[in-house]
């Protein structure tokens, strides 16, 4: 419930959250900008991952804060609140002069798409991924997977990463940029499960935030994040 002055228990928040459609799409992506490390800054996206919180945390149910109890009593709650309000890229020094396509808050994934389309380069890297990491009909159609998960990771840089689609407006054509740059199989599959050392990239892939329903086959691989974020069934 609510505790003095309006203040919400993090689960409470996390729920709320969960059935707002803009909320849980920013909630959906924290898990790919920020990695799936909470005692770590696991990512090379410090950027977008800063500005993924500032942009979780001014959603009215996060405001001002929200509180759990002890630790001791309430392990899960405090592990979400550590991830959303301290999370370890919070303190990161960011030693780079400027990315070189700095985003300072998440876009919609069309207007990702339309800036990326005036960025010298930008467009170019979108289309080496799509052409690398070619899908038709949900299935991955790769042939060098070397170079689909090198123009995945280049990806990462440009506005394309990160996208969000918080709105039901025209949200069938951005949910398919979406799911080209953020669930496109091929990446999945390129990622060898045997390399430890790649584990934040593949559950930056592999495990949104939503996990997918009985049948989905991604419950079974329920990554760090999504576990301190708290996946939902339905999605």
Request: aromatic fraction near 6%; proline fraction near 8%.
């Amino acid at each position: 419930g609510e505790g003095a002055v309006g203040v919400r228990n993090c689960l409470l928040a996390r729920q709320l959250c969960a059935d707002d459609p803009s909320c849980r799409s920013v909630l959906e992506i924290i898990p790919r900008v920020c990695g799936p490390e909470s005692v770590a800054c696991s990512t090379v996206t410090v950027n977008k991952c800063l500005a993924a919180l500032r942009t979780i945390q001014a959603f009215p149910y996060f405001q001002p804060t929200c509180l759990c109890r002890e630790p001791h009593l309430d392990r899960e709650c405090n592990v979400f609140r550590e991830f959303i309000f301290d999370h370890p890229c919070i303190f990161v020094e960011n030693k780079e002069e400027s990315p070189p396509y700095a985003v300072h808050a998440l876009p919609l994934c069309e207007y990702a798409l339309n800036a990326c389309e005036q960025l010298p380069g930008c467009i170019h890297l979108y289309e080496e991924f799509r052409d690398a990491c070619r899908v038709k009909d949900d299935q991955c159609k790769v042939v060098d997977t070397n170079k689909c998960l090198s123009s995945w990771t280049k990806l990462k840089m440009s506005p394309m990463f990160g996208c969000i689609c918080p709105m039901d407006r025209q949200k069938r054509k951005c949910e398919r940029i979406f799911r080209r740059v953020h669930n496109n199989p091929c990446v999945v599959n390129v990622i060898p499960y045997d390399n430890s050392s790649l584990h934040a990239v593949d559950t930056q892939i592999q495990n949104p935030l939503m996990e997918a329903g009985p049948g989905g086959g991604r419950l079974q691989n329920a990554s760090r994040a999504a576990n301190v974020l708290g996946g939902d069934p339905r999605f």
